[in-house]
T-cell receptor, first 112, second 113 residues
Framework: QKEVEQDPGPLSVPEGAIVSLNCTYS??????FMWYRQYSRKGPELLMY????GNKEDGRFTAQVDKSSKYISLFIRDSQPSDSATYLC????????????FGKGTLLTVNP | SAVISQKPSRDICQRGTSLTIQCQVD?????MFWYRQQPGQSLTLIAT?????????ESGFVIDKFPISRPNLTFSTLTVSNMSPEDSSIYLC??????????FGPGTRLLVL
């Protein structure tokens, strides 16, 4: 079993839809969780990070973490064509090495 | 956050040659990382480069193939040595100003013929 599992998609939705992106993980040592957005031919851009179970909201984006189920989600409300990108989840543990483990990424297309 | 630049942005190289990729950050950071992103794959950590110490390589990556320099707190280089077509990939540097946040450069797209 891989440490982080993420459905690669592709996922295609109409403009204005609510998008749900998910990752599962197996390592209970992970303590912080991130979501990155990567446009074609660009580096990953940090969207959200959280340390605890529960929800964190930032504009149209909500990150949800359920440590008991080892499951994280990113919700995008009122999706826009500009949200079309690959979304990567990433996780890290405690300690001093700051190492992250990434999912493979989900390719999202929002159609106008 | 941090602003990171990489040079070159892309290159096409012949097998057997070497390429050095530069990473420049707009602020001083201790933790700097080098990743590889192959098509359809996760980002894979190559090594951690901390100023003043030897780079720490992940399993499957060795210093002879990917030598790294970290001369100061704003700059690092990664060399891809004796390249083969299997080294064709995107190479990314990142920095972590604090645990829980990591910021990436735009990447270097490498094609080896």
């Amino acid at each position: 079993q891989k440490e982080v599992e993420q459905d690669p998609g592709p996922l295609s939705v109409p403009e204005g839809a609510i998008v749900s992106l998910n990752c599962t993980y197996s390592n209970s040592a992970f303590q912080y969780f991130m979501w990155y957005r990567q446009y074609s031919r660009k580096g990953p851009e940090l969207l959200m990070y959280t340390y605890s179970s529960g929800n964190k909201e930032d504009g149209r984006f909500t990150a949800q973490v359920d440590k008991s189920s080892k499951y994280i989600s990113l919700f995008i409300r009122d999706s826009q064509p500009s949200d079309s990108a690959t979304y990567l989840c990433a996780m890290g543990g405690g300690g001093s090495n700051y190492k992250l483990t990434f999912g493979k990424g989900t390719l999202l297309t929002v159609n106008p | 956050s941090a602003v990171i630049s990489q040079k070159p942005s892309r290159d096409i190289c012949q097998r057997g040659t070497s390429l050095t990729i530069q990473c420049q950050v707009d602020s001083q950071v201790t933790m700097m990382f080098w990743y590889r992103q192959q098509p359809g794959q996760s980002l894979t950590l190559i090594a951690t480069a901390n100023q003043g110490s030897e780079a720490t390589y992940e399993s499957g990556f060795v210093i002879d193939k990917f030598p790294i320099s970290r001369p100061n707190l704003t700059f690092s280089t990664l060399t891809v040595s004796n390249m083969s077509p299997e080294d064709s990939s995107i190479y990314l540097c990142s920095v972590s100003p604090q645990e829980g946040s990591q910021y990436f450069g735009p990447g270097t797209r490498l094609l080896v013929l």
